[in-house]
């Protein structure tokens, strides 16, 4: 199976602040990468999908980039309710697999 | 609006089946071009997709847990449902119900199962 790895696992930043977050896959998934958001005690939420289109509702903020087995998350301005686990997701092959995802924290 | 609903036994017993059950609402489980799958999360940990089934009933399980897995597809009740046996401690998760097309767009709130005598 494709093992997709995340980096970092832990992030602690201030609000307002601009971060990226990684997803590396052991293969190349093409374009077939999402990004989903988790919050404790809810089930994720779609942010990303197609390595760079954003789902309905989501804000500008968010943005995905990358392609073949290197991809990136950004968010331009941390807001509060950002604070959360993102896993990135291939559905290139199946098993489709997720990363092990990165948690954000408030510095 | 459409809605998925998990339910199934909260606390199941080791070497027992666990059956859990995904509701549809607010649209038929035979429109469009979705998969209806299942994924699971351990405590603390992240995501496992267990597999998924479309409306005809194609059904792809994740290889890991092939042997111990089945899925079927309600279409009558609008339901598709997921079964997992020989259970052992290491199946204890929130299992979640989902809907996509090509990835999971739409996810149930879940439901945590318990594996424990």
């Known amino acids: 199976e494709i093992v997709m790895t995340q980096s970092p696992a832990t992030l602690s930043v201030s609000p307002g602040e601009r971060v990226t977050l990684s997803c590396r896959a052991s293969?190349?998934?093409?374009?077939?990468l999402a990004w989903y958001q988790q919050k404790p005690g809810q089930a994720p939420r779609l942010l990303i999908y197609g390595a760079s289109a954003r789902a309905t509702g989501i804000p500008a903020r968010f943005s995905g980039s990358g392609s073949g087995t290197e991809f990136t998350l950004t968010i331009s301005s941390l807001q509060s309710e950002d604070f959360a686990v993102y896993y990135c997701?291939?559905?290139?092959?199946?098993?489709?697999?997720f990363g092990q995802g990165t948690k954000l924290e408030i510095k | 609006q459409v809605h998925l609903q998990e339910s199934g036994p909260g606390l199941v017993k080791p070497s027992q089946t666990l059956s859990l059950t995904c509701t549809v609402s607010?649209?038929?489980?035979?429109?469009?071009?979705?998969?209806w799958g299942w994924v699971r999360q351990p405590a603390g940990k992240g995501l496992e997709w267990i597999g998924r089934?479309?409306?005809?009933?194609?059904?792809d399980y994740n290889p890991s847990l092939e042997s111990r897995v089945i899925m079927s597809i309600d279409t009558s009740k609008n339901q598709f449902s997921l079964k997992v046996t020989s259970l052992t401690a290491a199946d204890t998760a929130v299992y979640y119900c989902?809907?996509?097309?090509?990835?999971?767009?739409?996810w149930g709130q879940g439901t945590t199962v318990t594996v424990s005598s």
């Open positions: 997701h291939q559905n290139n092959k199946w098993p489709n697999t």
């Open positions: 607010g649209a038929s489980i035979s429109s469009g071009s979705y998969f």
């Open positions: 089934i479309d409306s005809r009933g194609n059904i």
């Open positions: 293969q190349s998934v093409s374009g077939n």
């Open positions: 989902t809907r996509g097309s090509t990835r999971p767009t739409l």
